[in-house]
């Protein structure tokens, strides 16, 4: 993945959504997947360094071309002004035969149903824990050995009521 050059937080974050705008144009997933994650990471510092929480540079980019480029920036202002982000993702979620659209359509569903939460970046993540080079399962089944337990398919922990035509 080519670097991407800049020399401040808000330009790293547009420089960083405008090349996911493009991978996503050009469905190099690989690609758009990377920038995600630098995005995450731009979104952060945004919003850590710059006084108003990034609330001025988001509401600036609503407008941008580029439709991931405003839908990210819409949903970073959520906390802010969440009637202009809004706003914004209904103007999105009308563009037809639009990733970006459905996009839109989908954080608005999912806004309204109350499972959006979009400072989910700004939360602390746990970090792994455990032995290097080690899956969860792996060190699952090793204390589950150790302690004696044994371990119960996963159907046998489902409580899944029979089909009615049985």
Do not use: C
Request: avoid cysteine; glycine fraction near 4%.
């Amino acid at each position: 993945m080519e670097k991407i050059a800049s020399s401040t937080d808000e330009e790293d974050y547009l420089a960083t959504a405008v090349a996911f705008h493009k991978a996503r144009e050009q469905y190099n997933h690989k690609r758009s997947n990377k920038l995600y994650d630098k995005l995450y990471g731009a979104t952060r510092k945004v919003r850590i360094h710059s006084s108003d929480g990034g609330k001025a540079f988001f509401e600036s980019l609503l407008d941008h071309p580029m439709s991931y480029v405003a839908s990210a920036a819409a949903f970073n202002l959520i906390p802010f002004n969440p009637k202009l982000a809004r706003e914004t993702y209904e103007r999105l979620a009308k563009v037809e035969d639009s990733e970006a659209g459905v996009f839109a359509e989908t954080t608005l569903k999912e806004w309204k149903a109350g499972r959006l939460d979009p400072d989910w970046l700004m939360k602390e993540r746990p970090l792994p824990v455990g032995l290097p080079g080690r899956s969860t399962f792996h060190k699952t089944e090793m204390a589950l050995a150790q302690s004696g337990l044994k371990a119960r398919p996963l159907w046998e922990h489902l409580q899944v009521p029979p089909h009615p035509n049985t």
